[in-house]
């Protein structure tokens, strides 16, 4: 874990830090001025008890999103593949590779929206008859399925879209957990990686409490490369993100620039960042500057702020194209760039 690590942590422990690849000129959607100020909503509830966690999505809802992120008219807005792609300069590949997605709850549409999204943007079928797409229970089980919640849908969706645009050929795992308990998520984290998934993304956080027992139950995986979401409350901690056994990934504001990379990036202000209370300072981030004696968040960022969101598309809870941001966006970006 730690050799597959490192190659992202070069500068670990900064909050500020994007996914810098070279430049490039390809820009596929070109990102307008601000000309309105955009309103967003949380996919899921962040009211959280002790043991529990919530998503990180974040959904715009304000009318002139298509005019906000592109030029008028132009459907789906938010970047798509092509513009994620151009802006961390990524390769092809992924083929025979498999990202795991762990969430709560289920989205009966996920597959098909996945293929809508997919389709849009010409990327080859994913699907459970081709082998490529998977949706199971924590246990493994193809069903009983947890019951549906449009939230969490909204995550779901998220999520599968975004291995969808950064690894292509990859394919996905999706384990619903029962419930957003750490339990619950946890023992999905432990089914995907039975299911051969070597990259495994969680958008989602609790509060801190039990997490060296958490750290070795569920997320402490060898050779598995496991990211989670810092969260989108700014300055704070969010677990399981402070476990040292996970890239901790933040956000950044991200738009197209005349420069010799194509495009902008800083550091998203909504991004979770701090120090664990619970967790010890990990060996990778020892002599780095971070201003805590603890575990420091984030490891690596990628785009999350929902002023300069990706398109998704989702039919459970939504009406079909969406521009989301939340350091849910993040995540799997990270897990299928590994």
């Known amino acids: 874990m730690r050799s597959v690590k490192r190659g992202l942590l070069t500068l670990a422990g900064l909050a500020t830090l994007s996914l810098a690849f070279a430049s490039t000129a390809a820009v596929a959607t070109p990102l307008a001025s601000a000309t309105t100020t955009p309103t967003t909503t949380h996919s899921c509830s962040q009211a959280v008890s002790p043991g529990m966690a919530t998503c990180f999505a974040i959904r715009r809802t304000d009318s002139g999103v298509h005019h906000f992120l592109t030029g008028p008219n132009i459907t789906p807005a938010g970047f798509g593949p092509s513009s994620l792609i151009s802006a961390y300069k990524l390769p092809s590949g992924g083929s025979g590779q498999t990202v795991g997605i762990v969430d709560a709850m289920d989205d009966p549409n996920a597959e098909s929206d996945l293929a809508t999204y997919r389709s849009n943007f010409g990327l080859p079928a994913c ?7 998977k949706k199971v229970n924590q246990t493994g089980g193809a069903s009983p399925l947890p019951a549906s919640d449009t939230g969490w849908a909204g995550e779901i969706s998220l999520d599968v879209d975004m291995v969808s645009a950064i690894c292509p050929n990859c394919h996905i795992v999706l384990v619903e957990a029962t419930s957003p308990t750490i339990q619950n998520l946890g023992t999905s984290v432990n089914e995907a990686v039975a299911l051969g998934a070597k990259y495994v ?68 202000n909504g991004a979770g960042s701090g120090c664990s209370s619970d967790e010890a300072q990990p060996s990778f981030q020892s002599g780095v500057n971070t201003g805590c004696s603890n575990r420091a968040n984030a490891d690596v960022s990628a785009v999350a702020d929902p002023n300069t969101g990706v398109a998704v598309f989702q039919t459970f809870g939504a009406t079909g194209w969406q521009v989301y941001g939340g350091t849910s966006v993040s995540s799997p970006i990270i897990a299928s760039v590994y």
């Open 127 to 133: 699907t459970t008859a081709n082998g490529c797409f």
């Open 201 to 268: 993304s969680n958008s989602y956080g609790g509060g801190e409490g039990g997490d060296p027992a958490n750290d070795a139950s569920f997320y402490h995986h060898p050779g598995v490369a496991v990211t989670a979401s810092t969260g989108d409350g700014g300055f704070g901690i969010s677990y399981p993100a402070s476990s040292p056994f996970v890239t901790a990934v933040g956000g950044t504001s991200l738009s197209t620039a005349s420069n010799s990379r194509g495009w902008s990036e800083t550091a998203w």
